[in-house]
């Protein structure tokens, strides 16, 4: 596709459930991240992704957070036992290489909102 | 660690007035810094970015940037803006030579009232 596309666009889910986030990059992009986005925040990163191995998770919040990227391509991001703390915009981007050019292509990100 | 912090998170302005949004990062070492801007309905976008040289940067619809190192400030402005200016925009930091690991401020909602 054109853009970097993310599903669900919405997902309403109840405290304890599991979540999973999928997120298709640019074509022939190898960079992709991870951010979250809570109201009234900037996007706070999560993890980075260089082909199918995840090169830096520091920003994941706790073990109820996963992600993989199995084919260097699509990536899901999983979230265990969900908590109403973890309602934010989940937003995926790519990048053409790991060189830090320091543009990224934004999905329209998945609206989390746990009950 | 770094850290990005914008001052306005609101702000009211009238077509044609001029605009200045506030950035100051935090981080004793080389950075490059950038500003985001997100449209209403639409995704993020890149408005603008700084590696080296020149430290006014122009970018896309008008904007610029100054960075000045020693006030860690990395200022967003326009000399006129347009209704369609009206968006959120963010100011991002990282590290120079490192992947796109961005460090973002918390964003100014900017609304231009025709």
């Known amino acids: 596709g054109a853009g970097v596309s993310q599903t669900p666009s919405n997902k309403v889910t109840e405290k304890g459930k599991y979540v999973e986030l999928r997120c298709d990059p640019i074509?022939?992009?190898?960079?992709l991240y991870w951010y979250r986005q809570s109201l009234g925040q900037g996007p706070e990163f999560l993890i980075y992704?260089?082909?199918?191995?995840?090169?830096?998770d520091s920003g994941l919040p706790n073990d109820r957070f996963f992600a993989v990227r199995p084919e260097g391509s699509v990536s899901t991001l999983k979230i265990q036992r969900t908590e109403r703390g973890d309602s934010a915009v989940y937003l995926c981007?790519?990048?053409?290489?790991?060189?830090?050019?320091?543009?990224?292509?934004f999905g329209e990100g998945s609206r989390l909102t746990v009950l | 660690a770094q850290s990005v912090s914008q001052h306005n998170h609101h702000v009211i302005l009238s077509e044609a007035a001029s605009l200045e949004l506030g950035c100051n990062y935090s981080?004793?070492?080389?950075?490059?810094l950038f500003w985001y801007v997100q449209y209403p309905g639409q995704h993020l976008q890149l408005l603008l970015k700084y590696f080296s040289g020149d430290p006014l940067v122009k970018g896309i619809k008008g904007f610029e940037a100054e960075f000045i190192k020693s006030k860690f400030s990395f200022n967003l402005r326009k000399p006129s803006v347009q209704w369609s200016d009206t968006a959120e925009y963010f100011c991002?930091?990282?590290?120079?030579?490192?992947?796109?690991?961005?460090?973002f401020g918390a964003g100014t909602r900017l609304a231009v009232h025709p």
């Open positions: 991002a930091v990282k590290v120079s030579g490192g992947y796109n690991k961005l460090i």
């Open positions: 981080y004793g070492g080389t950075v490059n």
């Open positions: 981007a790519s990048s053409l290489e790991a060189g830090g050019t320091g543009e990224l292509f």
């Open positions: 992704f260089q082909g199918t191995g995840a090169a830096d």
């Open positions: 074509s022939g992009h190898t960079a």
